[in-house]
């Protein structure tokens, strides 16, 4: 959750690349990324060593995804114009994004100590310590942030993710509240004209709780449905179509939509008597606010279809164990850190009483072939689409008597379906995951396995081995 791109340009002698220079900006701004590259070129064309273009020709790549490029040509800019604070935050915003944790936190030093007075390089340097392990030198980075600028909500946000690994929940929560105005946070807010619940009894109407996020994070929020039901309330749960028979069928005292969208008002759409909202990443604001509060959590609280979960039973039943096997995400930013080799679980497949059963969304034909390169015997199931048929996954994943995952969406619906989950976590693990913990307040029948160091595998597959 990095504070980014800054579009500060230097001043240049030239009037006609300061002409460029602005017209490149606001497209920039404006997000027409192909326009403003146009135009930064433009101006080395003219000036090869303009450090303003260089630099941001550089977050333009950044963006794209190609970071090696982008490296190269902010430390051009730095060549040039050392003195550049904002240079050395974005190469360490870029060399974060590579894994490179180290030099980025001297890329961010370098900077505070060209400007120490900047609360975005201060939250910035927080995320690459969390990133490091150092939780406690994080929050107060993100604490200073917030000092020098109270209305720096990135920094609130960062600084509620911290503090939510750590266990605080209470501060946590409220802090977390500030990712409606992070630029990494992909949910839009929805601009009811009903009031936010704070979790009263409403008078009359229904409260409509609504899903943000993920898949995984839909599912994770969905355990205090329980809670809102306990609530007196009459509600209306809106979630991802994918998860809507699934949802219904586990909650029947409830309707389920999965339809609604930021313009429903009581004007348009008085069938719905929308009394108040609240996004489901909010919940636990009302209902968690201490690990005593998890005792609350019903376990399992989804239901698979038990005519497909027992087909599914019978038909890979061969007298093994069947264990589930998800191994990879495409989350751009963390799915290289959570991702593992299926190279790396040979020791897992030499077992003889396990039959590996593949839960891995996916091109059937690709997986087939990561299997084949590695020598995994996972099998494929090509009538389950893991993506797109939530609930036909959902009675596979019921179906197994294990699941062995990482940290993706196949760790919570197998957590919320109750089903025994060992969850293979990065060295740093997203904040949900806590810290120092081998089990999940979220999902009791989950086992949580970290790595000892960053990158280290190896060790975690071989206490996996001795668990299972």
Request: glycine share 6%; charged share 20%.
């Amino acid at each position: 959750m990095s504070r980014g791109l800054t579009l500060t340009a230097r001043q240049t002698p030239s009037r006609s690349i300061q002409r460029l220079l602005g017209n490149a900006l606001q497209h920039h701004r404006a997000g027409q990324l192909a326009e403003a590259e146009r135009i930064y070129r433009q101006i080395l064309a003219i000036d090869a060593e303009h450090a303003d273009s260089l630099h941001l020709l550089g977050m333009i790549a950044y963006h794209a995804g190609r970071h090696q490029d982008a490296v190269e040509m902010i430390r051009r800019a730095i060549v040039v114009h050392d003195q550049g604070a904002s240079y050395h935050s974005n190469l360490g915003i870029v060399l974060q994004a590579q894994g490179k944790l180290d030099e980025a936190a001297t890329c961010y030093a370098r900077a505070l100590a060209l400007r120490p007075g900047s609360a975005e390089i201060h939250t910035n340097l927080g995320n690459i310590l969390q990133a490091q392990g150092k939780l406690d030198e994080a929050i107060t980075c993100h604490e200073r942030a917030l000092t020098l600028n109270p209305a720096l909500t990135e920094a609130r946000y960062n600084l509620g993710l911290a503090q939510l690994l750590q266990g605080s929940f209470t501060p946590g929560w409220r802090n977390f509240e500030g990712r409606w105005f992070s630029k990494d946070f992909a949910t839009p807010m929805r601009a009811y004209p009903q009031p936010l619940w704070t979790g009263e009894k409403l008078a009359s109407g229904r409260l409509l709780i609504w899903g943000e996020q993920g898949i995984g994070d839909e599912i994770m929020f969905a355990g205090l449905v329980p809670d809102v039901i306990r609530s007196g309330n009459r509600c209306l749960l809106d979630c991802d179509p994918r998860l809507k028979p699934l949802f219904s069928r586990s909650f029947p005292d409830i309707e389920v939509s999965s339809v609604l969208s930021s313009k429903i008002d009581s004007e348009n759409h008085p069938e719905l008597d929308i009394a108040a909202h609240l996004p489901s990443g909010s919940l636990p604001t009302l209902f968690r606010a201490n690990q005593a509060d998890f005792a609350a959590t019903t376990s399992p609280y989804l239901i698979a279809d038990p005519v497909e979960r027992e087909r599914f039973r019978a038909r890979y039943a061969d007298g093994r164990q069947l264990v589930g096997l998800a191994w990879y995400t495409r989350n751009r930013n963390k799915g290289p850190d959570r991702s593992i080799d299926l190279s790396l679980l040979a020791s897992l497949f030499a077992r003889p009483d396990i039959r590996w059963v593949s839960l891995q969304y996916g091109d059937h034909d690709e997986l087939e072939g990561q299997a084949a390169a590695a020598g995994a015997p996972v099998l494929i199931d090509r009538a389950v689409d893991q993506f797109s048929d939530i609930d036909a996954f959902a009675a596979q994943v019921a179906a197994l008597d294990m699941v062995v995952t990482i940290d993706n969406s196949t760790a919570h619906l197998a957590g919320a379906l109750g089903v025994p989950t060992i969850v293979l976590l990065p060295f740093v693990s997203d904040w949900r995951w806590l810290q120092n913990r081998e089990d999940s307040p979220w999902y009791p029948t989950l086992r949580l396995f970290r790595q000892p160091k960053r990158g280290d595998w190896e060790s975690v597959v071989r206490k996996v081995q001795s668990a299972l």
